[in-house]
């Protein structure tokens, strides 16, 4: 059994015309996002063996708070440009060449790619976390899978059962 962790990057700003796109940091609202996400995949959701991170600002900045939570406990953080906008076939390469021995990853990207994963993925799940997905992933958002594959590779399209899929704007609710 593998578990994913699909994040994207909470909500960035638009402030700085000047800053390429890949520079563009998180405005308030994001930061509030990237704390409460944090806040929710520290308590709630599998602790990830390994974390693969777009190395533009906003995704690093959404992980941030999370590695503040997690401290000593933090799994290896590989940043990866190749993740950056990344399509859902490169996502899912890359995941598929995860070493065997790692049974959860999380991956913090940007969309369409994270989205299009994460329904290309979705086989199965409950209907009303499955209509969610479909419908749209804000930023800051996280999708939760589970494939029972032994290796990574084994990764495919449909393999995947939707566990979680939790927005910010859940979170402030509770």
Not at 46 to 60: E, F, G, K, N
Not at 95 to 101: S, T
């Amino acid at each position: 059994m593998k578990t994913i962790l699909l994040l994207r990057h909470a909500k960035s700003g638009w402030g700085d015309a000047a800053l390429a796109d890949h520079e563009r940091p998180l405005n308030r609202r994001g930061e509030r996002a990237a704390k409460a996400m944090a806040d929710h995949i520290a308590r709630r959701a599998p602790r990830p063996d390994v974390i693969l991170c777009s190395t533009a600002t906003r995704a690093r900045q959404t992980l941030a708070p999370l590695m503040l939570r997690l401290a000593a406990l933090a799994p290896p953080i590989l940043l990866e440009k190749g993740l950056y906008l990344a399509s859902e076939d490169a996502l899912l390469a890359r995941l598929q060449a995860l070493p065997d021995n790692v049974g959860t990853a999380l991956l913090v990207g940007h969309n369409d790619g994270i989205w299009r994963l994460a329904e290309t993925l979705a086989g199965q799940g409950r209907a009303p976390l499955l209509a969610a997905l479909r419908d749209k992933f804000p930023t800051g958002t996280m999708a939760t899978l589970g494939a029972a594959v032994g290796c990574w590779h084994d990764l495919v399209a449909g393999s995947g059962e939707l566990l979680a899929f939790v927005r910010p704007r859940d979170l402030a609710a509770r």
